[in-house]
């Protein structure tokens, strides 16, 4: 009689890997902060892809400048991290960041879920971000034929989007800058006019200096904020 399946990967309890394969993902994370409830900013879910069942969550700021001036805003895709294993759009790092960058640089944000690892090994999740953003991008295709959800008609510039990765987010951002950098160029599809990387993170057999420390323990929200 063989020996009951032990856990050999624990990440804080949220996730663990057992030494059968067999993966336990927590339903009941404690997290330290709460869901910020801005209302300068509204949100709404979406699925972007219904064979997956994975939704993208979009942050639309109630008043801005633009708006004002009778003038569109710009597309913000943020690609949250995790390690690629943990993470969703509903977590309240991700989203209350999200919910910043909508009412700070006046633009619509749009953050997608992926699949994670160890479920789902890579590339899958550079597919699924990959997925979304052609998900928006048929969006302007239904805006301009038919008049297409309010919350995507009217003031959106498809033609100013910005993606943002937060760690392994920001190696997806690499990743579909990659992509898209070597696909023929379609004057229908919306134009992607930057990426901007947030402590991407990159695998190697060497660890950085950062990675040796103590930098990392020295982080606060006021560095980040300056």
């Known amino acids: 009689m063989g020996s009951l399946p032990h856990i050999v990967e624990d990440c804080m309890g949220v996730l663990q890997l057992f030494s059968d394969g067999t993966v336990f ?20 879910d979406y699925l972007f892809d219904e064979k997956l069942n994975l939704h993208l969550r979009m942050y639309k700021p109630t008043s801005t400048k633009s708006n004002c001036n009778n003038l569109i805003i710009p597309i913000i895709v943020f690609i949250h991290g995790g390690g690629f294993c943990v993470g969703s759009r509903t977590w309240p790092s991700s989203h209350n960041c999200c919910v910043r960058l909508a009412s700070g640089l006046g633009a619509l944000v749009v953050a997608p879920d992926y699949r994670l690892a160890p479920e789902h090994r890579l590339p899958a ?102």
């Open 25 to 44: 993902r927590s339903q009941n994370i404690n997290f330290k902060n709460p869901v910020v409830h801005d209302n300068s900013v509204l949100f709404k």
């Open 125 to 226: 999740a550079m597919d699924d971000i990959v997925s979304a953003v052609r998900w928006v991008q048929k969006q302007r295709q239904g805006v301009s034929e038919s008049g297409g959800d309010a919350w995507l008609s009217g003031t959106l510039d498809f033609d100013r989007v910005f993606i943002v990765g937060d760690s392994s987010g920001g190696n997806i951002a690499h990743h579909l800058a990659v992509r898209f950098g070597s696909a023929e160029k379609d004057p229908t599809r919306m134009r992607v006019r930057g990426y901007l990387l947030l402590a991407p993170f990159f695998g190697g057999e060497v660890r950085t200096k950062s990675e040796e420390g103590p930098s990392e323990e020295l982080l606060n929200l006021e560095i980040l904020d300056r």
